[in-house]
């Protein structure tokens, strides 16, 4: 099953975590996704994370329409970058508050720069699944692949682990599962680099088919 391998792939030793590729390689960081820890040593994650659970706590009584769950991707809807303030970001911010406000959509958007899959995972179990909402809405992985150099096998599994936990924690909600998207910096603008993405991409939807509430 899909859960099998995303548990046997994450119990890889930290060797065979990694997978060099482009211009040069560095000792592997690839995070194990089934042991979650913060990323307390990243300068303004901490607050990041504290503004997080501020803005769960400010919906607790609500049960909003989608949250959206991820990285600097999600955490640019905010205007902002590892929590503090970024003026090339606050157009982002202008479209976030026209779009999930409430008139039709109520959203929140819950995402921290850099983090991995096994980040994701820390920050719903140590404070975020306190947001409620009929859709939880997912983008996470590429810093396992671009920071970490995780192989394609592990950032699949991370993902699909953190989608099994919020189908567990949220048995009403569906979980949507982004794509990842193209980047075009440094070794993923090579043509290996989007073959690794396009890989993930397609076993991703091969497990969202197959599984109920997930798409």
Not at 85 to 114: C, H, M, R, T, W
Not at 125 to 143: D, M, P, Q, R, T
Not at 205 to 214: I, Q
Request: hydrophobic residues 35%; contains cysteine; proline residues 4%.
């Amino acid at each position: 099953s899909w859960t099998d391998y995303a548990y046997q792939s994450a119990r890889l030793p930290l060797r065979e975590r990694c997978e060099f590729f482009g211009a040069g390689s560095r000792n592997c960081t690839c995070e194990g996704p089934l042991e979650p820890t913060p990323h307390s040593w990243l300068h303004g994650w901490q607050n990041a994370f504290d503004r997080n659970l501020d803005l769960v706590n400010q919906h607790k009584d609500e049960l909003l329409d989608v949250v959206l769950l991820g990285d600097s991707m999600t955490e640019h809807w905010h205007g902002t970058d590892l929590g503090t303030p970024k003026s090339y970001f606050q157009e982002n911010k202008q479209v976030y508050d026209e779009l999930f406000s409430g008139d039709p959509v109520k959203g929140l958007a819950l995402g921290i720069g850099g983090d991995q899959t096994g980040t994701l995972l820390y920050r719903l179990f140590h404070g975020e699944f306190g947001a409620e909402g009929k859709v939880y809405w997912l983008l996470i992985g590429i810093n396992d692949l671009l920071g970490g150099q995780c192989t394609s096998d592990l950032v699949v599994a991370g993902t699909i682990l953190n989608v099994e936990a919020i189908l567990a924690a949220k048995p009403s909600a569906t979980v949507v599962v982004n794509s990842l998207l193209p980047f075009h910096r440094g070794v993923l603008a090579q043509s290996r680099g989007w073959q690794y993405i396009q890989s993930m991409n397609d076993r991703l939807e091969c497990y969202a088919s197959g599984r109920e509430r997930v798409e």
